[in-house]
């Protein structure tokens, strides 16, 4: 009997190169992808408004992309946990998939998922996708311990395989024969909310300056690759009056959020260095841009606290001494076009 899967999307908000997502449609009866929103967690968040407005930008553009192949995104209200066993239960559910996730909390989440999709009979199939390297082997090759320094993490990345191809984007021939059950009342019990209903207030609120979804982030990497000079000679952007305005070409929203595949990018990137520059030096080459966010990933893995200084491992001891300049008299500060005594 053909299993009917969820695959549940997480970051990785794309159709392409997924491999997940490929392997719950393969050889199955049914499939709904869903997504789990808290609507709590929204309004109580300290989340800004055009984050959430791109996230739901972004599933809007999901839900359109998959309906191009009779299917639909499901986005559910509710923590995991709590209704992942409904939603088992209720669908006769056999097979759930989803993207690995290596920051500490995500793998915590998922390995309560792990077991109770285990208690209900479910299969679970996770594939690494978010990042281009599997993060525990790179660990495992430095002895069990993250690299602290972005030049023994090249060294370590250097005596591994390369990055694994990007998969086929999902099509109507590789749905096959598997179906998205879809009830009259889809929109009401599965649809994208807005930001009202979040509990936002929208009035006057500017137009998106970074427009979510995997349609924008493919539009926008091409625009990149159809610069090759550019290619050829990215260097980090030097600050000036404009460098904290949003670039129409910026492409870092997209791939946190996982609308742009960091494989698909560090390949075309790739057959381009091939052509227009055959030695990139990162880390000033945007391939070397790449290597940084796979590096700051890997540090992050095995470290819940590595965006806090309290309990940081690898924190810099910083001095708590309160009285840390000697005591004295106070310098004076020497008036314009005074001599100083």
């Not at 190169?17 to 300290?46: E, H, I, Q």
Request: aromatic share 10%; charged share 25%.
């Amino acid at each position: 009997m053909a299993p009917n899967s969820i695959h549940w999307f997480r970051k990785g908000l794309r159709l392409h190169d997924n491999p997940a997502l490929l392997d719950a449609v393969t050889g199955a009866g049914t499939v709904r992808c869903v997504y789990f929103l808290d609507p709590w967690f929204a309004g109580s968040s300290n989340l800004g408004v055009n984050r959430w407005r791109f996230l739901l930008q972004c599933l809007e553009d999901l839900d359109a992309n998959l309906r191009k192949l009779n299917s639909r995104l499901f986005v559910v209200r509710g923590q995991p946990a709590n209704v992942f066993p409904r939603l088992f239960k209720e669908w006769k559910i056999s097979r759930l998939t989803f993207e690995y996730d290596s920051e500490p909390f995500g793998k915590e989440r998922d390995a309560a998922i792990n077991k109770l999709a285990k208690e209900a009979g479910v299969e679970v199939i996770v594939k690494t996708s978010h990042t281009l390297y599997n993060l525990d082997q790179v660990i495992e090759l430095n002895g069990g311990q993250p690299p602290l320094t972005y030049k023994r993490f090249q060294t370590l990345i250097s005596r591994m395989d390369p990055p694994e191809l990007p998969v086929d984007t999902l099509t109507s021939g590789l749905m096959g024969q598997c179906v998205t059950p879809v009830g009259e009342d889809h929109g009401d019990m599965y649809g994208v909310p807005s930001l009202e209903e979040l509990g936002f207030d929208t009035e006057g609120l500017p137009s998106a300056m970074w427009p979510g979804g995997e349609t924008e982030a493919l539009a926008r990497i091409e625009r990149h690759l159809e610069r090759k000079a550019w290619v050829a000679n990215f260097e980090r952007p030097r600050m000036n009056a404009n460098s904290l305005l949003a670039s129409p070409t910026g492409l870092s929203p997209y791939l946190r959020f996982g609308c742009l595949s960091c494989r698909l990018f560090y390949f075309k990137l790739t057959d381009l260095y091939r052509k227009v520059k055959k030695n990139s030096h990162p880390p000033l080459s945007l391939y070397g841009q790449l290597l940084w966010r796979e590096f700051f990933y890997t540090t992050a893995t095995t470290n819940p606290r590595f965006d806090k200084m309290e309990g940081n491992p690898i924190r810099i001891p910083w001095d708590r001494n309160p009285k840390p300049w000697p005591s004295g008299p106070r310098p004076r500060r020497a008036s314009p076009g005074s001599t100083p005594s």
